[in-house]
């Protein structure tokens, strides 16, 4: 995990990669759970029997699983330090390239694309490659917008 002593030192960072996070198997307790908390409850989620002769082969993690994995799998890769609190503001841009079969490892690697002054702290945006190990494609690839907050 990369520290940054302040924000000053994060925003020379800015247009580099920070690095990647550990590998995190997507099991199917996971999806079913994400399914209850959703309401989702697609069968190419939840149906591990229908989903044998589907088009995947097995139940996929949903997408927004995916995604929402994103501030656990970025504590991994960086931390700053002097903050008071560091608040999810939302994402520009977000894309599910290739399902993410249940069983599968998923790891991030973080590009920090810009730090900026906002109303309350500073605004980091920063492109998000989420994974699949021995997959070319990558499961999500988001812009994810936090605020930092001293």
């Not at 996971?30 to 088009?55: K, L, N, S, Y």
């Not at 082969?57 to 609190?85: D, N, Q, R």
């Not at 608040?87 to 894309?95: E, Q």
């Not at 490659?129 to 021995?134: R, S």
């Amino acid at each position: 995990m990369k520290t940054f002593d302040g924000l000053g030192e994060l925003e020379k960072a800015v247009g580099t990669h920070l690095g990647y996070s550990g590998w995190h198997t997507i099991t199917q307790e996971q999806i079913d759970r994400f399914a209850e908390a959703t309401g989702d409850r697609q069968w190419i989620h939840v149906d591990p029997v229908r989903a044998a002769t589907g088009p995947f082969g097995t139940t996929v993690a949903h997408g927004f699983l995916t995604l929402s994995l994103l501030p656990m799998l970025a504590g991994e890769i960086y931390t700053v330090e002097g903050l008071s609190m560091g608040i999810n503001y939302g994402a520009n841009k977000v894309r599910f390239p290739s399902p993410v079969p249940v069983g599968s490892r998923l790891r991030a690697g973080i590009e920090l694309i810009a730090l900026t002054p906002a109303t309350m702290g500073y605004q980091a945006v920063s492109k998000v490659t989420v994974e699949i190990e021995g997959v070319s494609k990558p499961a999500c690839v988001a812009e994810s917008v936090a605020v930092l907050v001293p």
